[in-house]
């Protein structure tokens, strides 16, 4: 690829004919490199050389629009919300599959189509049976041109600009050797979010105080019947792609070509869980090895398919009614068991909401002892007439939070009680209040000690200002002890304070006053994630950041400034709007900043202060790790690099610096501590 194009400088281009030839270098790169990230699993840039380039070609897109394009990677973020989805007609109907759960069961399919096919053995293509939604998307000229939901088979939902978000699926066909795509190809796959996506947009949910998806396929069907594209392109949905419906000029032989074929054209196909098998002996021994290996994958299956290989075989045996007689679906067990439904705890979440918990007896399902399970709230207890002392079905899925499926009515015995969500908040006895349709309680007291403890949580994790060693359970150490009230006063903590507490010893009362100090340089996007803005998660912070140069620009931002964003739809917007609309809001950043936050936006171009330096670390670092080094200087527009040369204007060395400090002296290049690089961005931004 062209290593020139992570550095351009966009404000130098300034004619159309120039920034065309730029524009078309850039798009040609990233799609290179999506295909190597989402579909070869084998990315050879680091994230951020992409951002860079994607970055680029943003501003220069912005600056010559006659020149976007629909199909432009930058294009992959979100489009306007609607009002109603559109209808989509399938050319050629979306069948199921039938589904079989007995090995006996496989071993007539093989005997039919064997005896259908008149052969002694039949190839099968055995792929995994991925827990998502079957999806139809129609390339014309090797462009994306509509998705669809499966709907009733004949006719789907279009879910075109959502699809679009989906990284895994190329906006353009890629080509592979001299022969063109084909003019219309149709392929069907599934869209799924992998468990960690889901356990982590779960996370955020109820951070945010909002309802929590029940499993990873219900928060895929979820984002993907979205109005407001930005909220889908904020959820981590993907692609396995596993057939074609047209593939105009093309005729496959097999599913095996196809799946190989589908993969040079930058579709994405599973074909390293896939196998080619041949008798019962090899496909059963395929559904027992994905059965085992079901807790391992980093998405949810619920079987495995088994497809005639051979696409003439396929033909002559032709379909059912409904579906198909070369395929079947062979589904694992499912993981459910019974246990007694204890009691039922409520939890209190950062905005407010009242979320009730079951309580389980102890049972075991699939491996994993469960004791806990979501039941959302009063709405799906009422529904499904869950009582506290009911033997309940439950089921796990995956890493899934368990679901309590329904009660087992039958043998009721009289004593079980209903549950109501209670009239006062557990934690600071206040009001609360269900909405109407009972799927809603909230504690009505903004300084319920209970939400406090959780926001600060939100403001202290990862994603937000990062505080190592502030957990939850040191968050309501500091709470009770009354060493904290807030997030203001997480500033305001002193070693002395800390030092009598229990479990605080001398050292690690400094750590946590360093790590909250740490906190004050991190940038503008992680604080507006911080601040637990409803419906505000880390992409969209980002994309405000990239939109808005201070935090002051954004709390006076209108809602028409913010859904004139591409990326920003109207909810989204009202949140925003509403949030620094609250007088405590916009008081409570102002006093934060006093106490010292940065809140440094680096992606204004302004902010690139270490344009054309070099910085190369060695040794050990105290406060960042090397990733995080470099990052910073990347951020500021600098290069890190790993051996010194003439060409390095700073070497920033540790405990332990070798060599390349040796070289650094003998170069006569200026050589900074830890301490003394993060002074110098500092003053340098
Ligand atoms: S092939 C005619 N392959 O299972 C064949 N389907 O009822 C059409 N599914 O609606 C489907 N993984 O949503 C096929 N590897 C796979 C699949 C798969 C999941 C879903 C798909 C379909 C349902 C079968």
């Given at each position: 690829m062209d290593r020139h194009l992570v550095s351009i400088?966009?404000?130098?281009?300034?004619?159309e004919e120039k920034a065309e030839e730029v524009i078309n270098k850039l798009r040609e790169s990233i799609e290179y490199h999506n295909y190597r990230y989402y579909v070869l699993d084998d990315p050879i840039i680091s994230d951020s050389e992409y951002d860079s380039m994607l970055i680029a070609l943003r501003k220069l897109e912005e600056k010559y629009?006659?020149?976007?394009?629909?199909?432009?990677?930058?294009?992959?973020i979100g489009g306007e919300p609607r009002d109603s989805m559109g209808l989509v007609q399938h050319p050629i109907p979306m069948v199921s599959l039938k589904t079989i759960y007995e090995a006996e069961e496989v071993r007539k399919f093989d005997q039919t189509c064997r005896e259908e096919l008149e052969l002694e053995s039949v190839e099968y293509v055995a792929e995994l049976k991925y827990d998502g939604l079957a999806v139809e998307i129609v390339y014309n000229d090797g462009k994306l041109s509509v998705a669809s939901t499966r709907g009733d088979g004949t006719t789907g939902e279009d879910i075109t600009a959502n699809v679009k978000t989906?990284?895994?699926?190329?906006?353009k066909i890629k080509q592979f050797s001299k022969i063109l795509p084909p003019s219309q190809l149709v392929v069907r796959g599934e869209v799924y979010m992998s468990i960690d996506g889901f356990n982590k947009l779960n996370e955020s949910r109820e951070s945010e105080g909002l309802t929590l998806f029940a499993n990873p396929r219900n928060a895929a069907a979820g984002a993907l019947r979205q109005l407001d594209p930005t909220v889908t392109a904020e959820r981590p949905l993907q692609i396995f792609v596993y057939a074609v419906a047209i593939a105009e000029g093309y005729s496959f032989k097999t599913q095996w070509e196809i799946l190989e074929t589908l993969r040079k054209w930058g579709l994405k196909t599973n074909i390293e869980m896939s196998r080619k098998c041949t008798g019962i002996d090899e496909l059963l021994a395929y559904h027992e090895e994905m059965e085992q290996k079901r807790d391992e994958l980093p998405y949810e299956i619920d079987g495995v398919v088994f497809k005639v290989n051979n696409l003439e075989q396929q033909e002559k045996l032709g379909m059912r009614s409904r579906d198909p007689r070369w395929a079947v679906a062979f589904k694992f067990k499912p993981r459910q068991g019974t246990t007694v439904l204890e009691d039922i705890i409520v939890q209190i979440g950062r905005t407010g909401k009242l979320t009730p918990v079951a309580v389980l007896k102890p049972v075991h399902i699939g491996g994993i002892e469960v004791t806990r399970a979501s039941l959302h709230n009063q709405s799906e207890i009422d529904r499904k007439d869950i009582r506290i002392g009911d033997t309940v079905l439950v089921e796990r899925a995956g890493d899934v939070i368990p679901q309590v499926v329904k009660p087992i009515k039958d043998i009721r015995e009289g004593h079980e009680k209903k549950f109501r969500m209670p009239?006062?908040?557990?934690?600071?006895n206040s009001p609360t209040h269900t909405s109407e349709d009972k799927k809603l309680t909230r504690c009505l007291n903004i300084d319920c000690p209970a939400q406090l403890r959780r926001s600060i949580g939100h403001f202290a994790s990862k994603m937000g200002?990062?505080?190592?060693?502030?957990g939850p359970k040191r968050i309501n150490q500091l709470l009770d002890a009354g060493v904290i009230d807030g997030f203001l006063s997480l500033y305001e903590i002193s070693v002395d304070d800390l030092v009598d507490l229990e479990r605080f010893g001398k050292s690690s009362a400094q750590n946590l006053v360093k790590q909250i100090e740490k906190s004050k340089d991190k940038t503008l996007d992680r604080f507006i994630f911080a601040l637990g803005i409803p419906l505000v998660g880390t992409q969209t912070a980002k994309i405000l950041t990239d939109n808005f140069e201070t935090i002051d620009d954004l709390m006076d931002a209108t809602k028409d400034q913010l859904t004139d964003i591409d990326l920003i739809g109207p909810e989204v917007a009202k949140s925003i709007v509403d949030f620094f609309g609250e007088k405590r809001n916009r008081n409570l950043i102002k006093m934060l900043r006093k106490k010292g936050l940065e809140l440094s936006n680096p992606k204004i171009s302004g902010d690139k202060k270490l344009d054309g330096l070099t910085f190369v670390f060695t040794g050990a670092l105290e406060t960042l790790t090397r990733s995080e080094a470099k990052e910073l200087v990347e951020i500021y527009g600098g290069k890190a690099t790993s051996s010194v040369s003439?060409?390095?204007?700073y070497v920033v060395a540790g405990p332990g610096a070798g060599s390349k400090l040796d070289m650094a002296k003998e170069l006569g290049i200026t050589i900074f501590s830890e301490e003394e690089f993060l002074r110098f961005l500092k003053s340098n931004t």
């Open positions: 400088d966009v404000d130098r281009i300034d004619t629009p006659s020149l976007l394009s629909p199909t432009s990677p930058t294009q992959q989906i990284r895994e699926v190329p906006l009239k006062k908040c557990p934690s600071c200002m990062d505080i190592e060693g502030l003439g060409n390095t204007d």
